[in-house]
């Protein structure tokens, strides 16, 4: 009822036909009780004289009560796009927590040079294999039992960042991170470097270097 109001004849006689009266609009419900007297306020409430549909419609959208009424709902209702950026705000900050702890988890292990990864089975009602009993899937776990989130984390069937690949992704980032600390340490000062080579156990040689 923002806007101006247009019926015709037929579209009157086809609402009168059809509805008795209508239901109290959002003016019921915001209209000031000192406004009972005016004599718009039966607009608030509902009427059955259709004829005169158009006269009152245009009478009562320039009323201070349709104003009010109008005014309060602007105030009060959510933009559509301001939730759907929170909500996407809430995920993202959500998303990079739970990447926070797959790193940190990572970066353990690798500190105290424990492998990552152990065997795997195929997961529950499902043909594809899953790592369950590696060390960084244990570590995940355990975490789990303070924060209940990394649970539903794993819980998802995509977007974990938990992938063999990424653990290498993320192992081969942090070893550039430290290779780049270590060379701006040593800048400008003489260092030396040892290489040792030894064969394992499947007859391939590994080589060792050591700054």
Not at 12 to 39: F, G
Not at 123 to 143: A, G
Not at 160 to 175: A, G, H, R, T, Y
Request: glycine share 4%; with cysteine; proline share 1%.
């Amino acid at each position: 009822m923002a806007g101006e109001v247009t019926l015709d004849e037929d579209t009157v006689d086809e609402l009168e036909a059809t509805i008795d009266e209508p239901e109290a609009t959002d003016c019921e419900d915001i209209v000031d009780e000192r406004q009972e007297k005016s004599p718009h306020y039966s607009m608030c409430l509902g009427f059955s004289n259709w004829k005169k549909a158009l006269e009152k419609f245009n009478k009562h959208q320039n009323t201070l009560s349709h104003h009010q009424a109008m005014d309060f709902l602007v105030s009060t209702s959510k933009d559509v796009g301001e939730m759907l950026n929170t909500s996407l705000a809430n995920e993202r900050a959500g998303n990079r927590k739970m990447l926070h702890i797959v790193f940190s988890s990572i970066r353990f292990l690798a500190r105290q040079g424990v492998a990552l990864r152990g065997s795997f089975r195929a997961c529950e009602n499902s043909d594809v294999k899953c790592e369950f009993d590696s060390n960084f899937m244990q570590l995940l776990r355990m975490r789990a039992e303070d924060n209940q989130d990394i649970l539903q984390w794993l819980s998802k069937s995509r977007d974990k960042f938990v992938s063999p690949d990424i653990q290498n992704e993320i192992l081969s980032i942090m070893s550039l991170h430290i290779i780049r600390g270590i060379c701006s340490e040593m800048s400008g000062e003489w260092y030396s470097l040892m290489v040792d080579e030894t064969t394992d156990l499947s007859n391939i040689e590994q080589m060792v270097f050591c700054l």
